[in-house]
């Protein structure tokens, strides 16, 4: 092996594989209930309103999820307890809710910490005290 064999290790790390279709189409169709509630409800409300009015939506939509769903949390092997995740969609997406002047680095450390522990590949951090949703949706994919 010489050094043109070797991939530089910030391309490594820079490069994320994709989820899958579903897992695609099932985010969109998620952030398309998270744009009915906003489009109705608007900024400004707590983010209990929000939680409460996008899982009806979710229902509406035949959205399979989870709230406000336990799930374990260990170190090394050994259990610590357990921590509630905002919405589980489908078994397979973390969906955690906001409704915060402007989101912070911690919110997102927070949803990368929840796919971690949960080995989920796909969460959506979704503000809703934004004029529009849009601009308060993150994305994250862990590979």
Do not use: C
């Not at 971690?116 to 590949?121: E, L, P, V």
């Amino acid at each position: 092996m010489n050094d043109n064999d070797l991939t530089p290790l910030s391309a490594l790390l820079s490069h994320r594989q994709e989820p899958d279709k579903d897992l695609n189409d099932l985010a969109r169709a998620v952030v398309g209930a998270g744009i009915e509630v906003h489009r109705h409800l608007g900024p400004g409300l707590g983010e209990f309103f929000y939680e409460t009015a996008f899982r009806l939506e979710l229902e509406l939509r035949k959205i399979p999820y989870k709230s406000q769903d336990w799930v374990s949390v260990s170190y090394k092997g050994r259990p610590l307890g357990r921590r509630r995740i905002d919405l589980v969609v489908d078994d397979r997406l973390i969906v955690e809710l906001k409704s915060v002047e402007k989101l912070a680095p911690i919110h997102s450390a927070q949803l990368i910490s929840y796919l971690r522990i949960t080995g989920y590949r796909l969460g959506l951090l979704m503000n809703f005290n934004v004029a529009l949703l849009k601009e308060g949706i993150k994305r994250v994919v862990l590979s």
